[in-house]
């Protein structure tokens, strides 16, 4: 773990993603030499800082360009996104469609509050219908958006949703998306805040999530759609989604006849 | 001894393969070229021309006036007519043109479907009827209509083969009146600024650029995509222009040599990652290549009106160092001198053009393509405790990659010297004069300006960019009219190196020199900024922002007129 | 029609769109003065130049926040956007995304011709797999993106193909979107470029394009999602998707208490 | 007579509403109060502090020291003790600094558990504790924690109130070395700059509001939201800024009065729709409220650094008017000036603050916030051959919006009369010289610079913006103690009445002033432009870029010692 103090409230779910990853990964097996994470900005966003990896801590709603340049230019590196529901839908959103379109070996955990923490409470592109925010005072009337379900009509490689609350198959999720070798993996991670959201709590996650049955084969679609759908009484987590498709860095010439990358040092 | 030749026509009848073919052989033939196209917004229709100005010394400019118009449409005819010479050869397709008046009218619609089978190579026919007119062996231009379409079959180079012979043999007498330079001598090697910037990058060690498609500037793109097999890099078309220079900072933070390159409208969504890579100390490369402006403006015309937006564009203070080669020679040079730069004080670097230099070609001795990668300076050996943004005397820190031994830490938020967040503001103000210290050592770096004409002028043009080549062809044609008027070309225009451009203005001029400074915008945004720098006081700006390029005789008679 | 001369290619399916919009317009019989027809740059994007109605011709990538800014501003105007698919799906994406959530009410019509056409034929966002163009020598490898799947997981008020080729379809689809109230309507027309898409040609889409049946029920989530799935061997064209979702306008109390819009003249 | 009071403790301890209540007590009992809050980017944690300073007399500034210094953390008393004067109390939680030295440690957290039953309540136990020190009637503090505490339920408000008493019953004999200065007379309106920019945008008849959060601009777009009921608005959250600019583009083409505000980072995301604003001439209104970069910088705390960018920023080349007010007052008035420059103009207008005027709160004159929407110059009777971009003398054109009787027509390319697309280049001309044409009216229109102090000063500082109060606050130090100096500020910063600038600047002094320009940046931004405008030659720059405000102490004593 990092020297530096965490800028997050008490009681944050942020906390959790943190210690969780700790164990992760070493239990993945990972060399934090060739890790590198990735993120916007925002309270989520600040999470690279507070573990010990390569970081590229970047601009509001670029996590995933910054990564999609890192790993085109050096893909032996392990680029892993940790950033927050807003950035990563709301700013960032052009970018996550056409991440999924190219399939880039990038894992996204992605800290879904469904709200604006760091600029203290606004909604985010995941707020719930009617949610009242000092933004939104007569609550959201925008639908929120569901970044599962645009994963698996683009068929990228990996769909899953974890939630803080279960840390063990948080654990599990993420132990999978570091190991992970393939194409573009996007975890929605379930991330009460505390200091902002008062409907989406704690106690509101706990009495919907539901782990995924093991009956559910993720490499059906339709399958995985009608999951990914499903919000309003359960709550499914775990591997929503998987699908074949080759990473974008397997299809590039240029990668195949530099095995080290494109980094050479002179 | 020089001879403008214009070919006229609609998007999509081959004006340009026409031009280029031509432009080939006469070089191919020994002759100086300066060949430009003028192009619409559209694929097709409208009216394109293509200009060939053919010289026995080297050429820098363009020129308004033909002296031999060939058009396939009527609507050239009507609208280059004006701006043909009084002694020009205008030729119309008969199909289209039948009544001009002071035209020839020619069957070349009527002469393509009979040698080539079809009017679509009209092209052929016009570039036939031009060479038929002049002095040189017509083996050159058949040379150059066999490679253009040898990827199309041998039946396809034949036809177009027939029929600019037969357009050849259309012309007998037409062009008795006009006088022709001689051949030889030049170099056959014709190069735009866009392969020059393509080539330079390639040469350099760009391994990855990615950009979002807008004219002129993708057509650097689209050279390095065509040469990315050979050289091994990866060309990605990014969803937008913010993705394209967020990608490249993050290829560049990795480690990789990388690039994008946009206009004007494309480099205003990249004015924050210009700022990210401002504050990251990366070395991010942006080619911009400038059209007339606000908006979407005029898309395929030229302009110089985003420079005082590259100079102060982003958010917050930071160095930066802005390029803005005069030629393609020199597109080639410093393309290689902007990416060293940028790798030398981590910081972003832009090179400017605009659809002028971009697209124009003319004779360049050849350019070493060989790869021959610049120091990308970045340590090996980052040592146990690493730290990213250390404190520097000349703000400059030892830059390691990831997937070393150090981890490499690099932050958006004003951070510490390991590259981690802080709002510390004694640390703030540390990490920013480091910074901007760099800024020392980019001036100490930067190109001082080049002086054309005598040393000891009382008259001196200041230009920047692509109107390099019109000042210049001024500068001789008022000196061979009795003038002492020379030329400062500033290739690099930020920073700027205050005292030495006194100096290089002055020259060995008894006083100040009268200065006039020629730039392709409105408010004479160069001449603001060495004002504000109080490298000048005064001065007569000759400017111009209709989309067409300078040409030397314009500029000549604005500053003989004065 | 308008004065303007065309700057498209001849044999260009723009023309078939243009030309069924007149008639669209006359038999939906809108009021030319309340239609202000809204786009981005492209040679999809002149289409307002060559017609006769308010016109909105803006950046590139960025009809949809002009024409929610139009349709807030004063939402008794009948808001229409022309674009094509580089517009729309590329640079605007996450526009489309947001509007989606938003079920602005405005109607997109966007001129799929699966390319950039004014910047002479780079791949667009729905190119397909392996398509080649002078910047993807190698051919495309990203997969073409699905907006009518993403208009659906939205569940915005309306979502449809259409085909130049099919010109009588195409003009009662335009009707019916012409005249739609709601909220957001998005008509993906498939349009030939001849200059640059020498894959997808006339010949193409008719061999593959099909009218839906009338069995399909386009409240039916599954079976649009299902429809908007299909490409390969027949492409469905008509109503794919209806929603009975409310439009943003209709729910901003501002505009309840200004039945004429917020532009009062002073 | 002045007094600093400061209140220090981490994000989520109610440091904030502890200052608002104290300070808007203090105004009702007739003192003059300047507010300041200094946070961290954070939601918990940290140290954030929150300054009132007191008078007899209208106060402008802030100031380094405190006078009073109460901390509820640890950290509080470690970092800012020193910067507490030598007669200055200083106050500590016992339960957190038990042995400090210099401190008096009373039982802030115990008591708000005995008084209020839980530690939370320990700001208003220190917001007793202060105004027990105070000499002024603590009925003015009950009746604000009553009014603070109103929608939480008469329980929660008696808790509040019993912990302010019980804090004010520690304090006795604290402060009794302390002077205080008389209440009464004060205006007890206490007004920030958000809310004021928020009041002007409202009563001018702004309708619609779309803006993406981000520090410090969020607070105007809340304020806004806030009482869109009220004044009928709609105010949407857009996906990103560039949705927001475009957004308002068509919202002002449609004819509604509409604006944006964000800080550096989104302004540079807004670059592209602000040329698209000029080229469309919309009226279109962005509120810039800057903060330190490059890149994400120092979110939460102030610069000045964003003016070239703001000047030159959009590609192309377009008239525009970048405003600058000084105080929450001016920053009301110059919002609707703004809009109105904006529509009278039909270009874009900027307002430029920064975090330190956006948060400040200081007493106002009551603000005329009755709906009197400014004149948005719109045709009601475009006639027959209504032509959008008509050309005329001046370079405005009669402005039309759909759903009247003519066709309205914007266009990003160049377009013609009509608002065509047009490629013809002597159209492009008159555009382009119709829209620059604008310029001239923009600068007739615009705010001369505002003189403080004697007119035949030989010496003058230069300010824009926000330290409008600290040079001020300079001003009159520096005379008392002898000077003669003056300050001239810049309320509008472009375009520059050139002449009329330079006599303001000589005013009635014998020779040229000796200059000081007051920037919040590093590179003395305003003082390149007047440079560049020919406005001023030379002058010492007094910078400031560590991310805190100026004062008006720093200020008199830079000038004194130099
Ligand atoms: C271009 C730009 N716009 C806006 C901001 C301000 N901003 C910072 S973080 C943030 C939202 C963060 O929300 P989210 O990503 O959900 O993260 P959280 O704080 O909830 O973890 C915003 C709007 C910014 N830094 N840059
Ligand atoms: C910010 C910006 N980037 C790039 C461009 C250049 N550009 C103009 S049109 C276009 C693509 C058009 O493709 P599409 O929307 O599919 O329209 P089409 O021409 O195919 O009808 C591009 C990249 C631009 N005008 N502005
Ligand atoms: S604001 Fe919310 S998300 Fe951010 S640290 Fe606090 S509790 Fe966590
Ligand atoms: S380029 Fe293609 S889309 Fe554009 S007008 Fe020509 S055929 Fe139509
Ligand atoms: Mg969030
Ligand atoms: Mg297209």
Same mark, same amino acid.
């Given at each position: 773990m990092s020297q530096q103090e965490t800028a997050w409230c008490p009681g944050c779910g942020n906390f959790s993603i943190l210690n969780t990853f700790e164990e992760a990964v070493k239990k993945a097996g990972i060399d934090r030499r060739n890790l590198v994470l990735v993120s916007g900005i925002g309270q989520a966003a600040k999470f690279p800082h507070y573990t010990e990896a390569n970081l590229f801590n970047g601009l509001h709603g670029r996590a995933l360009p910054a990564a999609t340049g890192i790993k085109i230019a050096n893909h032996t590196l392990n680029v892993v996104i940790t950033s927050g529901d807003g950035d990563m839908y709301g700013e960032g959103g052009n970018h996550l469609l056409h991440a999924m379109r190219r399939n880039i070996g990038v894992k996204a955990f992605v800290h879904n509050n469904q709200v604006y923490g760091l600029t203290k409470g606004q909604a985010s592109p995941t707020s719930e219908w009617g949610f009242h925010t000092k933004l939104q005072p007569e609550g959201v009337i925008n639908a929120p958006m569901n970044p599962l379900a645009m994963g698996i009509i683009h068929d990228i490689s990996l769909v899953a949703r974890a939630y803080v609350g279960d840390r063990e198959h948080l654990r599990e999720m993420m132990v999978e998306f570091l190991s992970h070798e393939g194409g573009f993996a996007l975890l929605d991670i379930l991330q009460p805040c505390v200091s902002f959201n008062k409907l989406n709590t704690y106690q509101w996650y706990s009495e919907r999530v539901q782990p995924i049955g093991s009956d559910h084969d993720p490499c059906d679609r339709q399958a995985a759609l009608e999951l990914a759908g499903q919000w309003e009484d359960t709550i499914p987590t775990g591997i929503i989604y998987r699908s074949e498709r080759e990473p974008f860095e397997s299809l590039l010439p240029a990668l195949k006849e530099a095995p080290d990358g494109l980094c050479e040092k002179s | 001894m020089d001879i403008n030749v214009r070919i006229a026509g609609e998007a999509g009848q081959g004006i340009e393969t026409a031009g280029e073919v031509l432009a080939q052989a006469l070089a191919d033939a020994g002759l100086y070229v300066f060949a430009a196209k003028s192009y619409m917004s559209r694929i097709r229709g409208g009216l394109n021309w293509y200009d060939i100005r053919i010289s026995d010394q080297a050429l820098f400019s363009g020129k308004e006036n033909s002296d031999i118009l060939l058009s396939l449409t009527a609507e050239g005819i009507k609208t280059l007519q004006g701006k043909a010479g009084s002694q020009a050869v205008v030729i119309a397709d008969k199909a289209t043109a039948e009544n001009s008046s002071g035209c020839n009218c020619l069957d070349i619609s009527g002469t393509a479907k009979t040698a080539g089978g079809s009017k679509i190579m009209a092209n052929m026919v016009a570039a036939g009827v031009v060479f038929g007119m002049l002095p040189y062996d017509i083996e050159a231009l058949s040379q150059q209509i066999r490679q253009a379409f040898d990827s199309k079959g041998e039946e396809m180079v034949k036809k177009n083969l027939k029929c600019a012979e037969s357009g050849a043999e259309l012309t007998k007498g037409l062009s008795d009146k006009l006088l022709f330079p001689q051949s030889g001598g030049a170099d056959s090697f014709l190069c735009s600024g866009t392969e020059a910037v393509g080539m330079g990058a390639l040469s350099a060690g760009v391994k990855f650029a990615s950009a979002y498609p807008m004219t002129p500037a993708t057509g650097v793109i689209t050279y390095l995509a065509k040469h990315a097999r050979e050289y091994g890099i990866v060309v990605e078309q990014a969803e937008d222009e913010i993705a394209a220079v967020n990608m490249v900072c993050g290829a560049t933070f990795a480690g990789a040599c990388a690039l994008t390159a946009t206009s004007g409208g494309g480099f205003a969504l990249m004015a924050e990652g210009l700022s990210l890579s401002g504050m990251m100390e990366l070395p991010v490369f942006i080619v911009l290549s400038q059209r007339p402006g606000p908006a979407t403006g005029l898309p395929t015309r030229t302009a110089q009106q985003d420079l005082r937006f590259a100079v102060h564009g982003g958010h917050g203070e930071f160095p930066r160092a802005i390029f803005a080669p005069g030629t393609p020679e020199e597109a080639f040079k410093l393309t290689r001198k902007a990416l060293a730069t940028a790798h030398t004080f981590q910081s972003p670097a832009i090179l400017m053009m605009d659809q002028f230099l971009a697209d124009y070609v003319t004779n360049t001795a050849p350019l070493n393509t060989a790869y021959r990668p610049i120091d990308k300076q970045i340590t090996t050996s980052p040592g146990e405790d690493y730290r990213r943004y250390k404190i520097t005397e000349n703000g400059v820190s030892p830059r390691a990659v990831p997937g070393g031994d150090a981890l490499v830490k690099a932050d958006? +938020?004003?951070? +510490?010297a390991e590259g981690h967040i802080t709002e510390n503001l004694s640390i703030r103000i540390e990490q920013h004069d480091k910074r901007m210290r760099k800024e020392k050592g980019i001036i100490e770096d930067s190109i001082a300006p080049m002086r054309y004409g005598p040393q000891d002028a009382q008259e001196l043009i200041i230009n920047w960019g692509s109107s390099y080549g019109p000042c210049r062809e001024a500068v001789d044609t008022l000196n061979e009219r009795g003038h002492g008027i020379a030329m400062l070309h500033f290739a690099q225009v930020w920073p700027l190196k205050t005292e030495e451009i006194k100096k290089a203005i002055q020259g060995d001029a008894p006083s100040w020199p009268e200065l006039t400074c020629v730039e392709g915008n409105s408010t004479a945004q160069f001449a603001g900024l060495l004002k504000e720098q109080g490298i000048i006081d005064s001065r007569k700006p000759l400017l111009k922002y209709n989309g067409m390029p300078f040409t030397g005789i314009e500029i000549a008679e604005a500053i003989e007129s004065d």
């Open positions: - | 958006s +938020d004003e951070h +510490d």
